[in-house]
């Protein structure tokens, strides 16, 4: 959430420290922060409030306190500090079906009022944190929204019919079937109308039982405040989290208000936004105030919760004593009663919904003590653990395969058509799951053979363990499986393809010491591996780990390479001193671009020794031209011919 | 000229590394399903329907009519805690290093499909540091250099207190030495999940972490977009 600095000043005043500092505090002791900007005049501060405490500190007010919290002392001025008193009225009736759905509505009538453009601190606010100002009436509910949390909604009460001298608001559930018609999302000028399943919260006009939006996610046009309105109704309500979730989810709304819905605030703050809105409407808009509604059908207040002080210390890892748990505690502005030695009784305070368990109380004293001085405790050398034969016969063949010229490939989970669909799929091509790894090989297969010169390898050659998914009896059943693929032509598969498939699956069955029926089809074998790792004996310890070579990966170039040969006499007696300084002089004659030379042929007549090289060359930046590799393949012949080799 | 040696993937090379780090401490290399139920995935796990920390994971579904009961590609290998707790109880040390999956859009450095690696230690006495010593000693071995951790508050359903773990290289030419690198979630096992696996939480505490290994390769190999690892393309493969 934005945050704007300057307005953090208003709780806090002169405690409040620089943006750096707040920052670094709500770094290391509550939120992460996404960025600090710049609008206008005002610092803005990009605040990753945590869903936790999406309930408390997704407004200034919040913020502030959280700061004053880690800091250790008190807001400066807390407009959550005091019950707000607010004058009955019976002018407005609420009628409420459900309590659960909506414990608590509040209703306040002003009169008088002047409907105008808001002052400009007010936009100057709202602007920092890139709210658009539309009126003083709909920019004061905003506003005091981004203050304390409370959504508020404003309606125009001449245009709210009233019966038996009543505005008569109703909460209750849609029927199945009935239209809404809520305000246009998103810059657009139409209502949008929406069809009820059922579920959806309607607040509805009791007298004529006609629906004006849908609680919590989204109002309606009904009694829009407009230019010449002059008496209001102003709305602050708390509507049930999961019924407002659900609503904004299937309609696709996120909205401000839906949000703060959604992570139920307290249900003791919808009097604090009247008295806030109220104070500012008189202030900004003039008008005088007559009353409040206020139907409280559902009270929920924050549980007295048992905490241990060695509970605490134990699940930290420190040391701390029941003074300095309980002071840490109270700094949250909770209660903190001492039952007896070492069991504290904590209640949070109540715009703190989500402080309800031991372990919520807890993680307030790690964070404010300060995570960064929890003390690693090394680990112990121990015992090895059972082996995963999973895990240890997958090694297995991978280092059977791997001496055998075949790589490793893991390849997507998705397909294009397969056996079975997702409800959700991510994109048209990858709406299935794979029930084999086969097709994905195949395509492994072609796409690689494209770039034999540029791997320095004549046949491609590889292989898959994963996952594939099929339908069984009663539901998506799973397996591990094998693919191995080789392919020596690049048009495709041919009949030569099968021998050093074979030759694979040789060593597979050897390495298993077990015969396996594998599934050939073109070049491509795949096998069931669950199925045969269920019939191997449980290996006592796994082999020690295989020494790697510390690798370092470079982006591959998009651009296609070319490869070129060159095969030369050298006068001199074979060696392998000598191939190693043949290719090196060659390669650096090739310059930067050739990307790899491999020597493909060797042979000894005459006593003169014939090597064949193949230069491959391939630009991060551009496709090669045919005269440029000419060019360079001069330049690496005539420093062949320099050397007195003699180039074929 | 001669066949070259072939190339193992390099997610597979780390989670053999990675289970021998672990090996070393006593984990035991766990698994589970890819397709999970909402029972394992997400209820189990302290997780609750239409709940806003559902918004974390973006889901894939099975479609009802294939599926007993409501299932999914697994958004993290956490279930496997569940799953394993069940089966087995408290004491218990595991890493479950596997596939999962988001309904994401992807880019250079998110996947729809990735691997992750879960570590659950549960045991009498268990607490914050054990988790900071653990991570210290893993990663040390894994970039080969005496590296150190920091918490910084955070919030996962299935933890309290929940953590962010960063990670400084102290020693080494690597790029990675010298800067705190945000690496992975972690937090003490929330005691929901514990008694929803009929774990004592009066006697047993543990911890839970969760680490993206495409994120580890980014950071040991310089691997610069994710999606090469499932490309099935040798360019990339036979770097390594």
Known sequence: MNICYDWLKDYLHADLPDTGEVERLLTEHAFEIDGVAMVG?????????????????LCHRGIARELATILGTNLQYDPLAHTPSLTPTDQIKVTISDPAACPRFTASLVTGIEVKESPGWLQDRLAALGQRSINNVVDATNYVMFAIGQPLHAYDADLFPQVDGQWQFGVRYGTAGEIVEILPEGGGTEPRQITCEGTELLIVDQSSNTPIGLAGVKGGQFAAVHAGTTNIIIEAAHFHPTITRKTARRLGIVIDASKRFENECSRELPPYGQFEIIKLIKDIAGGEYVGTIDEYVERKANPEVEVRVRTTNALLGLNLSQAEITQMIARTGSTVVEREPGLLICTGPWERTDLLIEVDFIEEVGRLHGLSNIVSVVPEKGAQPAVNVRQYYSEQIRHTLLALGFSEVITSSFQKKDQIQLHNAL????????????????????????????LGIRSVQAFEIGTVFQKIEGGVGEHLALAIGVRQKGNGYTPKDDAPLQVAIDAVQAALGVDVLFTIDKGVAEIDLSQVIAALPVPEAYDNMVTRTAATYAQVSAYPSVARDIALWVSNSPGEDLKHDVSHLLRAAASDLCVRIDLFDEFTKDGKTSYAFRLVFQSKEKTLTDTEVSAIMDRVNATAEDQGWEVR | MPEPIGHQHPLT????????????????????????TEHYNFDQLNVPKDHPSRDMQDTFWFKDTDVSEPTVLRTHTSPVQARWLEEYGAPCKIIVPGKVFRNETTDATHEAQFYQLEGLHIDQGIHLGHLKGTLEYFFSQFFSGKTEVRFRPSFFPFVEPGVEVDMRLLEGDSKLAGKWIEVMGAGMVHPNVLAAAGVDAEKYSGYAFGMGIDRLGVMKYGVEDVRDNYSGDLRFVNQF
């Open chain 1, 41 to 57: 005049d005002h610092a803005v501060i990009d605040v990753d409030v945590l869903p936790n405490r999406s309930s408390d500190c």
């Open chain 1, 427 to 454: 994109a048209s091509d990858k709406s299935y799951v794979r029930s084999t790894l086969a097709k994905n090989m195949h395509n492994v297969l072609d796409l690689n053979f494209t770039h034999t010169d540029l």
């Open chain 2, 13 to 36: 090379q780390m989670i053999d590394e990675i289970n021998h780090i672990f090996a070393d401490i006593g984990f035991t290399f766990a698994e589970g399903p890819e397709a999970e």
